[in-house]
């Protein structure tokens, strides 16, 4: 499990998250939510020692973050960040095959190779293999960099938003992955995810942030309720029931008094001008 204690952390004056104390099981697909700005992909950058720890402690499997080497926590767990440019002049196998890397710092072997397949057959990449990285969609570059991070074959995955950029049939394919990487080999998913409703339909744990502070966190039932959901996002939010799952609803919604929402304050958010 990932056990975080005390962590806080800012960024020059301004305080991001909040004294965090908080479990992640193994074995499990957990969700991380909230709106924008809340601290998810702070709190992530943090376990992935992408950023150095201010304050606090962070144990993955027992491994204290602050003193496990680079190379043995690379063995451990797994990250895809927010994507940001890399460079485009890498085919998709060259960058899958980074993944492998921790596994055989430049000397490749066959087991290696075959993580490589097994991970551009599993994202659909095997035609695009060849392409350069400015040569695929935004989508396509999506599905390489999870490839990239799945060919690592590590016990955590820990990704930011892996649904960014891809269609709903990707996206549903994605969480079907995961949940079976969870399910059929015991691994262990930390995902930042936007849009509810997938972490309804996949995930097993599900923690709310906002404001750099957990305000929730436990089974779909327990925290995709109205009364969260609603005060988690400032909206007005209606839970219904899909497959004996929740499934959240906020295109429009009426009042107790039968007046129709988006109200004008819903726009105001986004001025046109
Ligand atoms: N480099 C930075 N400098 C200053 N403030 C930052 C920086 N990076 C993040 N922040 C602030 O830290 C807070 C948390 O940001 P973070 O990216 O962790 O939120 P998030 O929940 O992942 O949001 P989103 O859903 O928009 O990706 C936000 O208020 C953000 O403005």
Do not use: C
Request: glycine share 8%; proline share 6%.
């Amino acid at each position: 499990m990932i056990r975080i204690n005390g962590l806080s952390h800012h960024i020059g004056p301004a305080p991001i998250l909040h004294d965090i104390n908080l479990t992640l099981p193994r074995g499990k697909l957990v969700a991380l939510i909230g709106p924008n700005g809340a601290g998810k992909s702070t709190l992530l950058r943090l376990i992935a020692r992408l950023e150095p720890l201010q304050r606090g402690r962070v144990e993955i499997d027992g491994l204290d973050l602050a003193s496990t080497p680079t190379e043995r926590l690379a063995l451990a767990m797994a990250v895809m960040g927010q994507q940001t440019q890399i460079a485009s002049r890498l085919r998709v196998a060259e960058l899958v095959g980074f993944g492998r890397w921790p596994h055989h710092q430049g000397r490749p072997r066959p087991a290696d190779r075959e993580a490589v397949e097994n991970a551009l057959e599993a994202f659909g990449l095997g035609p695009l293999r060849h392409r350069f990285l400015d040569e695929i969609s935004g989508g396509q570059a999506q599905r390489a960099h999870l490839a990239m991070t799945f060919a690592q074959g590590t016990d955590w995955l820990l990704l930011d938003e892996p649904l960014n950029n891809l269609d709903m049939a990707h996206s549903r394919a994605l969480m079907a992955r995961l949940a079976e990487l969870v399910r059929g080999s015991g691994r262990s998913v930390v995902t930042v995810v936007h849009e509810v409703n997938y972490a309804a339909a996949w995930a097993d744990h599900i923690v709310a942030m906002k404001g750099g502070r957990i305000v929730a966190e436990g089974p779909a039932d327990t925290v995709l309720t109205e009364q969260v959901l609603s005060d988690l996002y400032d909206t007005p939010i209606e839970v219904s029931r899909h497959d004996s799952r929740p499934l959240v609803l906020h295109h429009h919604w009426h009042d107790q008094l039968g007046a129709p929402y988006p109200k004008a304050s819903d726009a105001d958010r986004f001025p046109l001008h």
